[in-house]
């Protein structure tokens, strides 16, 4: 069995924001495997701590080091100065995550997280395709 369905998350701030429990809600009561698709190209999905707000500042704080707004060689900024960074920011992280779940719960460890990663200033709605293949 596979099942498709979209999600379409209202715009968040830039940074690191869990979005676990808005996925699971829409998960049916199958045991298999769950893909998480971000249809955009300046925000990331990825799995990681959900218990310490703090590695959520830290992870924004990193990423802006790591790839900086106020570089001056980025030649695509027509949306702006985190218009690039943000493109580069998501191919660092990555557009999917997958995770196995049985009877509909997923199979993650205690302190992990769905975290949808908005690298914009100003982002809009933000579209996930949710596939479930199971029993």
């Known amino acids: ?9 209202s715009p968040h701030s830039r940074g690191f924001h869990l979005i676990t429990d808005e996925v699971l809600r829409i998960i049916p009561n199958v045991s298999g495997i769950v893909n998480i698709f971000i249809k955009h190209t300046s925000a990331s999905l990825t799995i990681n701590e959900n218990a310490d707000p703090s590695v959520r500042e830290d992870f924004e ?10 570089a001056d060689y980025y030649k695509h900024v027509l949306e702006g ?3 690039m960074t943000s493109h580069i920011k998501s191919s660092i ?6 995770f196995p779940i049985r009877k509909g719960k997923p199979l993650m460890g205690i302190w992990q997280g769905i975290y ?11 579209k996930l395709l949710v596939t479930v293949i199971g029993e």
């Open 1 to 9: 069995m596979i099942i498709q369905k979209e999600i379409i998350l």
């Open 61 to 70: 704080n990193h990423f802006n080091k790591m790839v900086p707004e106020d």
């Open 81 to 83: 100065p985190d218009d």
């Open 93 to 98: 992280l990555g557009s999917s995550v997958t």
């Open 116 to 126: 949808i990663c908005e690298h914009r200033n100003n982002a809009g709605n933000r």
